[in-house]
C-alpha cells in the first residue's frame, strides 16, 4: 500500500529522502549525476527556509520510495506565487507503477490549496504533459537562468487557463542558483 503525504518536518526521514535521488538518478544517469542531485537535494534541505519549499514523498510501509521539492521561484515586479518542482525522483524498484504521476497529482492539488498560483519544471516535457505541464516560452516565464533547453522549460497555472506573463527577473532558491544545472 502506498501512501502520499506532504512533510513540513521532514528530518527523521532526512537520509530517506536524500538517497531516493541519489539511487534513482545513479540508475539512470550514472553515478556522477547521482552524486551531483544528492548534493542538491542536501543543499535544498538544509538551507531553503520553510516558506520557500514544499516536500512531497510517496510512502511504502513507512519508507520513503518517491520525492518530489518545490521551491520558490519569485520574480521582481510580480506578486504570484511561482514554484518550481526540482528535483523529482521514484526509486528504481517502484517505476512503472504510477507512482511518480500520483505524487505528483497529490502535490499539485496540496500547492493549489496552499494558493501556489504557478508551477513550473525543467524537464521532459512528454513526462510532465500527462499531469499537466505545457510548454511555456522564456518570454512568459523568464528562467533565472539562460536554459541549455528550452524545450524542457514547461509550467502551468494552478488556478487560470493559462500562464499570464510573468512581470520581471526571475531569482531561485540557493541551491538552484548555479547556471550549469539550467
Not at 521532514?10 to 550514472?30: C, H, K, L, M, N
Not at 528535483?87 to 511518480?100: Q, R, T, W
Not at 536554459?147 to 522549460?153: A, D, H, Q, T
Request: charged fraction near 20%.
Amino acid at each position: 500500500m502506498y501512501n502520499f503525504q506532504r512533510f513540513e518536518n521532514f528530518a527523521p526521514v532526512r537520509e530517506q529522502i536524500i538517497d531516493i535521488f541519489y539511487t534513482s538518478f545513479s540508475a539512470s544517469e550514472g553515478e556522477t549525476e547521482g552524486a551531483v542531485i544528492r548534493t542538491l537535494v542536501e543543499h535544498l534541505l538544509e538551507n531553503t527556509p520553510e516558506p520557500d519549499i514544499f516536500i512531497f514523498a510517496a510512502l511504502h510501509d513507512d519508507t520513503v520510495i518517491g520525492c518530489a521539492i518545490f521551491s520558490r521561484l519569485t520574480y521582481s515586479h510580480d506578486a504570484r506565487n511561482v514554484f518550481i518542482l526540482s528535483p523529482m525522483a521514484v526509486h528504481p524498484d517502484h517505476h512503472n507503477k504510477g507512482i511518480g504521476q500520483t505524487l505528483l497529482r497529490e502535490s499539485i492539488a496540496a500547492l493549489r490549496d496552499h494558493e501556489i498560483d504557478i508551477l513550473m519544471t525543467y524537464g521532459d516535457p512528454n513526462y510532465y504533459r500527462k499531469i499537466g505541464f505545457l510548454p511555456v516560452t522564456e518570454q512568459v516565464a523568464p528562467p533565472p537562468f539562460p536554459l541549455s533547453m528550452p524545450i524542457g522549460w514547461i509550467g502551468q497555472s494552478l488556478h487560470d487557463p493559462e500562464i499570464a506573463p510573468l512581470q520581471g527577473s526571475c531569482t531561485c532558491v540557493s541551491a538552484l542558483n548555479n547556471p550549469a544545472i539550467w
